[in-house]
C-alpha cells in the first residue's frame, strides 16, 4: 500500500510540475516558434528524466522510491499527453475564434486571432472553385468583436457573425 500511495504523490506532482511548465511556458513558444519543441521530444525528455532519477535510486538502494519511479516513467507519457491535449485547447479558446457556415451553396469560414487582433474571412464556391478572402483588424466591446476591414464591418456576438450578406448566421 505504500508503494501505492507514493505512485499516486509522484503523479500529483507530476501533474502539477507539467500543467505549469506547459501552460504558462511551452504552449506559448509552441504557437510563437513552431520548431521550439515537438511533443515527441517533450514526452521522450519526461521519460529520460524519470529513468535516470530511478537509476539512481536503483544504485544509491533505495527501494522505497525505485518502485514508485519505475510506475512513472510509464504514466508520465501518457499524463503529459493529456496536459498537452487540456493545456492546448485552452490556449485555443482564449486566444482564437473560427466557425464556418454555409449560404446559398457557398462556404465561408471565419478565423478571428484575439492575441494579434486580427481577422480572416473566406468566401468560397464550390462550382467554380473560387475563393475570396477578406482581412482586417478586431475590436473587442463588451461581449462582442467588431469585424473592420478597409471596406465591410462585421458583429461576432454569442457565438454569431452579424452583417455578412446582410444577415446573422451561426458559427459552427
Known sequence: MKNAEKV???IVIDILLLWILIRYYFIGKFYSNPEFFSI???????????LIIFAILHF?????????????IFLAPMILLLIL????QKHLAENYVSGNFKFQDI?????????KQNFL???????????????????FQKNRIIL??????YI???????GIEGRNFKLQ
Do not use: C, M, Q
Open 148 to 153: 473592420r476591414s478597409k471596406t465591410e464591418n
Open 107 to 115: 462556404n465561408y469560414s471565419v478565423f478571428i486571432n484575439k492575441k
Open 60 to 72: 544509491a538502494k533505495r527501494p522505497r522510491f525505485k518502485i514508485a519511479f519505475l510506475a512513472n
Open 121 to 139: 474571412i473566406t468566401k468560397t464556391d464550390p462550382r467554380t472553385n473560387k475563393t475570396n478572402v477578406l482581412a482586417g483588424k478586431i475590436e
Open 8 to 10: 499516486i504523490g509522484i
Open 40 to 50: 515527441t521530444y517533450l514526452i521522450i525528455f519526461v521519460v529520460l528524466i524519470n
Open 156 to 162: 461576432v456576438e454569442n457565438d454569431s457573425i452579424k
Open 85 to 88: 491535449t487540456k493545456a492546448n
